[in-house]
Structure formats: structure tokens, C-alpha cells
């Protein structure tokens, strides 16, 4: 009885009716004064400026969190990534977002944080095929918005090229193409800053991409860094597993997984060396990492995982604690 505890907790629809309630709670008492800003990169700031309302209303905050959880419900529909039915990734990333409410805001981060994840449903449709160009093409126009949007995350696509050999999608058209749909974002504004005269916008934006900040600490607050610790601790226990258990997937699953691993660690770990970008850089990690986390309690059955779901679920209530006693 005892050992079947994680994936009753991880498929219970009370568990996912508890996410929601604490989620709503959090989203009307503490994201209540946090609203969006100019800070991103080209797109973002040219959203901004036309329209305002839209880029600092608490009601689009509401609507990229619906619509980053229909894109981890769906990604599980389509790639089965978690061997049963189960909605624990969306119980996860609701209490994370409880938890967290400086977290995936309105914002230019959130935006890229969407379009990084969907250009995954594209790349993972072209498994071991090598004419569906047209597919990994519109994954990179994803990731080309993703950094007019947040400068930083185009460093992301080589995560995509690094992939290709396990995926066996790997070819001159594939890679031709994935180059070109990163490409074209920047290619409209640079036609855009010709024909208007004003080259220093696209100089600008690559300039945006290029840059690299000090690292420095110092302006780091309490819940940026108990976030932090969160989403790296939720990251670490949830790819560890994955691997381990990598081989009770199928070889499709299993490079799929690889490919949400290794873009939850590398954000985490960027966050730790770009602290200036650390909560952008968290909410980008937010979506794979629920997903991971969800994979793990509900495929851990032994006392450890039993053990493994009582500690996350701690930790997400302190984190959720600090930014009560903090705000």
C-alpha cells in the first residue's frame, strides 16, 4: 500500500484540484503587484511600446500560465513521455508557479519561455526522418522569436543541433534548415531597419545576443536565490532520474527525455553564471523541469520516491513561505 503512496499522490485529480486552488490563491494575493516592464529584447520592447495594457496586465501573466500548461498536457499526449496517464506535471508546475509568484510574470521572459517550449513539438515530430525540413525550419523561426524576445535563449539552438545525432534526424537539409529558421526573425528586422534607415536596430539586437553582463551577486533578493535553489533541486532529482530509469523507455521516449534534461540543466546552470538574467532564466527552465519532475514521482514507487515526494512538497512549501514573509 505504502509503496504505491507517490503515484497515487501523482495521478489524484484532488492532488491537481489542491495545485489549482493554491495556485489561485497565490495569483490573487501575491502576483497582485507584479506587472510587466520594458526589459527583454527588440520584440519585446516594440510590444510594449504599442501596446502597453497588454504587456503589463496580470490577465496575460494568466494566460501564458494556461497556456504553458496545454503545452505540457499536450506534449505528454502526443510523445508519451510519462509511460501512464497522469496529469502530475500539470499538479507541479501550478505549485512551482504557486510558489514562486516573481516567476514566469508578463513579461519578455515568460514570452521566449513559451516559444522555446513549443518549438519542441516540431523538432520531436522530425525522429529519424530526413524530409521534414519544413518542421525543423519552424522549430527555429520559434527559437529565432524566442530571442528577439530574450536575447540570451539563442544560445539555446545549439541544444537543438547538439540533439540531432540521437534524434537520427541529422543532415546538411536538417541543420540548413533549422539555421535559416533562427535566421528569419532576424532577417525581418533587418529588412525592416534597411528600408527605414535605421540599421542600429539590428545592430542592436545582435548586440543584445552577444552581450555578456559581470557576473555579480550582489543584487540577487532572498526569494530570487530560494527560487533558485527550488528549480535546481527540482531540476537535479528529476534528470538524475530520468537517465536512471532511461532504459525502461522506448529509444524514442528516452532521447526525447534527454533533450528536456539538458534544457532544464543548462538554464539552471546559465542562471548561475547570469544572475542578472536568473529569474528570466528560471522561467524558461520552469516548463521542462515540471515535466521531468512529473515523470519522476510518478514512475518512483519505492520508499525513496515516497520519501522523494514528501521533501519536494516541502521545499515548495518554504519557497512559497520565504516569498509570503519576503514580499
Known amino acids: 500500500m505504502k509503496s504505491n503512496l507517490p503515484r497515487t499522490i501523482a495521478q489524484s485529480n484532488i492532488t491537481l484540484a489542491v495545485a489549482i486552488v493554491a495556485y489561485l490563491l497565490s495569483f490573487a494575493l501575491l502576483r497582485h ?13 516594440w510590444l510594449h511600446e504599442s501596446m502597453p495594457a497588454l504587456t503589463t496586465s496580470r490577465w496575460t501573466t494568466l494566460a501564458m500560465h494556461v497556456a504553458a500548461l496545454y503545452m505540457l498536457l499536450e506534449l505528454d499526449a502526443v510523445y508519451a513521455l510519462i509511460r501512464v496517464r497522469t496529469v502530475s506535471q500539470l499538479s507541479l508546475m501550478l505549485l512551482l508557479l504557486a510558489a514562486m509568484p516573481t516567476v514566469f510574470n508578463v513579461g519578455a521572459a515568460s514570452s521566449a519561455a513559451l516559444f522555446v517550449f513549443y518549438s519542441l513539438f516540431p523538432f520531436f515530430s522530425t525522429y529519424q526522418s530526413d524530409k521534414h525540413s519544413h518542421k525543423m525550419m519552424q522549430a527555429g523561426v520559434s527559437l529565432g522569436i524566442a530571442a528577439l524576445l530574450m536575447p540570451c535563449t539563442l544560445w539555446l ?26 535566421a528569419i526573425p532576424f532577417m525581418a528586422v533587418a529588412t525592416y531597419s534597411y528600408c527605414t534607415g535605421r540599421m542600429d536596430i539590428i545592430t542592436g539586437a545582435l548586440a543584445d545576443v552577444a552581450a555578456f553582463d559581470t557576473i555579480a551577486y550582489s543584487g540577487l533578493d532572498t526569494r530570487t536565490v530560494a527560487g533558485w535553489c527550488l528549480m535546481a533541486f527540482v531540476t537535479a532529482t528529476s534528470v538524475t532520474h530520468a ?14 527525455l534527454y533533450h528536456l534534461c539538458w534544457l532544464a540543466a543548462m538554464t539552471v546552470a546559465a542562471a548561475t553564471v547570469m544572475p542578472d538574467e536568473a529569474t528570466g532564466l528560471m522561467t524558461v527552465a520552469m516548463m521542462p523541469a515540471a515535466m521531468l519532475a512529473g515523470h519522476t514521482v510518478t514512475l518512483l514507487d519505492t520508499r525513496g520516491g515516497r520519501n522523494y515526494v514528501f521533501v519536494l512538497l516541502a521545499a515548495i512549501i518554504a519557497v512559497a513561505a520565504i516569498n509570503i514573509v519576503t514580499r
Request: charged share 20%; hydrophobic share 50%; net charge positive.
Open 157 to 182: 539552438a545549439l541544444l537543438w543541433v547538439m540533439m540531432m545525432p540521437g534524434m537520427r534526424n541529422f543532415t546538411p537539409r536538417h541543420l540548413f534548415a533549422l539555421s535559416w529558421g533562427v
Open 33 to 45: 503587484d507584479v506587472a510587466g516592464g520594458v526589459e527583454g529584447g527588440l520584440l519585446w520592447q
Open 243 to 256: 537517465i536512471y530509469r532511461s532504459y525502461d523507455d522506448k529509444i524514442k521516449t528516452r532521447f526525447l
